[in-house]
């Protein structure tokens, strides 16, 4: 045999093990089993609210998802997303959206292709990943959704450093802590995911949960691995008829504001909604009157609220969708949208020369 000639059984071995280094060097990647530490010194990361020498923080909710898409089903095209964009960029430059794959994915290239000038805060779903009982005790795992949250964290990510002149910041989990949250996670699982996010990027990180949560002493472990405080406000929910609406936000606010008084304090959601049905919570915890109107009346103050204010604030929400909630069409989930389905606008988003 020549000593240049490599017999095949070594060379396949050879290849074998060059693949699986790379194999472990991916692995090792994603699935580090040390927690990242907490940034020490802690350095707040500002959130850079501008685009074009303009302040951004009269933001919107974006949900892309059209009649007949469903996030992990049918989604939306790149195309149907740019001409949302035309659309939103006549009122807004800054847009939340919810989960960064999918969603994430194809909005973030819509804006790059459409030129608008729009940012986002993205926003990487999580699900629960064990269920534990009374005491405390984990009686159940959901590798599945382990798996699922891996990738939206790996995915958002990714985002921010191809794209960071696009991602104003990151939120890590959508209402995981509030008490009544069908999809609540350990606090410290949510801690090590938002330690794990700053410490692969430069952006501001947060989680978004509810007022109810950020008003409250046990919220402050969250808030120390945050950037910024990012609370949901939502006074239809909370009983509040649509005069006492802006009222309740301010003092909610000032609530949260007492309790994390080194953070700025962002509104993730508030809106009103233009029907809902008599059926459970919302039957029975919805007591302002709801209609096209009634929108359009706590919109107008909102925005001139958000203007005198510059309180960072997004609307909840862009456009309905109907794949939201229960099958009744008058599911209150469905109703958010300034805009229908079919991208008409309600009320509150025609213009004058056309009223």
């Not at 606090?187 to 938002?194: K, M, N």
């Not at 962002?266 to 039957?283: P, S």
Request: proline share 6%; aromatic share 8%; hydrophobic share 40%.
């Amino acid at each position: 045999m020549s000593p240049r000639v490599m017999p095949l059984s070594l060379a396949l071995a050879l290849a074998a093990l060059v693949v699986l280094g790379a194999g472990a060097v991916v692995l090792a990647r994603t699935t580090r089993t040390r927690p990242f530490p907490r940034q020490q010194p802690f350095v707040v990361r500002p959130l850079a609210l501008e685009s074009g020498g303009r302040w951004i923080g009269d933001a919107v909710a974006y949900g892309p998802h059209r009649d007949g898409q469903r996030p992990r089903g049918v989604e939306p095209t790149v195309a149907q997303v740019r001409e949302d964009l035309r659309l939103l960029s006549k009122d807004w430059h800054l847009l939340r959206i919810y989960g960064a794959i999918g969603t994430g994915d194809t909005v973030l290239r819509a804006i790059r292709e459409e030129k608008c000038g729009t940012k986002v805060v993205l926003g990487l779903w999580l699900d629960a990943e064990e269920r534990r009982d009374s005491t405390g005790r984990v009686v159940e795992r959901f590798p599945k959704a382990r798996a699922a949250n891996r990738r939206d964290v790996e995915r958002a990510i990714q985002h921010a450093r191809h794209h960071p002149d696009l991602v104003a910041a990151i939120t890590v989990g959508n209402e995981t802590q509030v008490y009544w949250s069908a999809n609540r996670l350990p606090a410290e699982t949510v801690i090590a995911y938002i330690r794990e996010v700053r410490a692969r990027t430069r952006v501001p990180v947060s989680t978004a949960d509810d007022f109810n949560f950020w008003n409250k002493a046990e919220s402050r472990a969250i808030a120390a691995e945050c950037d910024f405080v990012f609370t949901h406000l939502h006074p239809l929910w909370n009983g509040q008829q649509l005069e006492e609406a802006l009222p309740w936000i301010e003092r909610n606010l000032a609530e949260i504001r007492a309790v994390h008084p080194d953070r700025e304090v962002v509104i993730g959601e508030t809106g009103w909604a233009t029907m809902h049905n008599d059926q459970g919570d919302q039957g029975k915890l919805m007591k302002g009157a709801v209609g096209e109107r009634e929108q359009a009346e706590f919109y107008r103050a909102l925005r001139a609220w958000i203007a005198r204010t510059r309180v960072p604030t997004f609307v909840f929400e862009a456009f309905d969708e109907n794949w939201k909630g229960s099958p009744d069409p008058a599911e209150v989930e469905k109703h958010w949208g300034l805009y229908r389905a079919d991208r008409t606008p309600k009320l509150a988003m025609q213009r004058e020369e056309n009223r």
